[in-house]
Structure formats: C-alpha cells, structure tokens
C-alpha cells in the first residue's frame, strides 16, 4: 500500500508561489496522481490531475492558468507549483494516487491512497 507525504505548504501573500511536493514510499510510475484541497466549512475539490507517465493533465477551472502539476517518476514524487495566489486558494491540500495509467482523473472518490495533507494559507 503505498503511502503519500505532502510538503511545501505555508504562509505566503496574494500573488505569491510556493511548490508542494508529494513524494510516495515506492514507485508511482504506474499511478495516476491527483490533488485536491479543502477550505474550513467546505467539501473537497479538486484541484489537478496527472497521468502515470506525465503525459496527460487536468486541471479545475479555478487554478487554470495558474497552477502547474508535474511529477518526477525516478524520485517518486508529484509537484504542485501554485503561481498568483489568491486568499480563496487557502485550504489544507492532499495528493492523492491510484493504479492506472494513461487516465487523468479529477473525482476524489476515485482516489484510493491519500497523504495527510498540507496547509496552504494565502494572506490578503
């Protein structure tokens, strides 16, 4: 079973970057990744999606643009690099994965390993 652990949150001012890391305990080669974010009161929302091979990328309407999913097979690790923060982009963030390939996939449900996540706050 593999197991997730996200880094790279933080404080940082509207218009700021930070870059997480989600870097798995053995290879990921063959699992789609994801991250998802929830914000205080609210449900969890997707955020991005990456196919196993990097190839293919899914983004939520709300982060186009903006953010960038990546991933480093040889290191076991997916990034999230978050450019022109905005206060709503404020929330807890977990990388999520599944066995597949080729697919990207944005549905939270889909997702059978999940990392304790990291807490994103973007300041006024």
């Known amino acids: 079973q593999v197991q997730l652990v996200e880094a790279g949150g933080g404080l940082v001012q509207a218009g700021g970057s930070l870059r997480l890391s989600c870097v798995a305990s053995?290879?990921?080669?063959?699992?789609?990744s994801g991250w998802f974010r929830q914000s205080p009161g609210k449900e969890r929302e997707s955020v991005a999606s990456i196919s196993s091979t990097g190839g293919g990328t899914s983004y939520a309407d709300s982060v186009k643009g903006r953010f960038t999913i990546s991933r480093d097979n040889a290191k076991n690790t997916v990034y999230l690099q978050m450019n022109s923060l905005k206060p709503e982009d404020t929330a807890i963030y977990y990388c999520a994965a599944r066995r597949g390939i080729r697919a990207v996939i944005l549905i939270d449900s889909r997702y059978d390993f999940w990392g304790q996540g990291t807490l994103v706050t973007v300041s006024s």
């Open positions: 053995e290879t990921i080669s063959s699992y789609i």
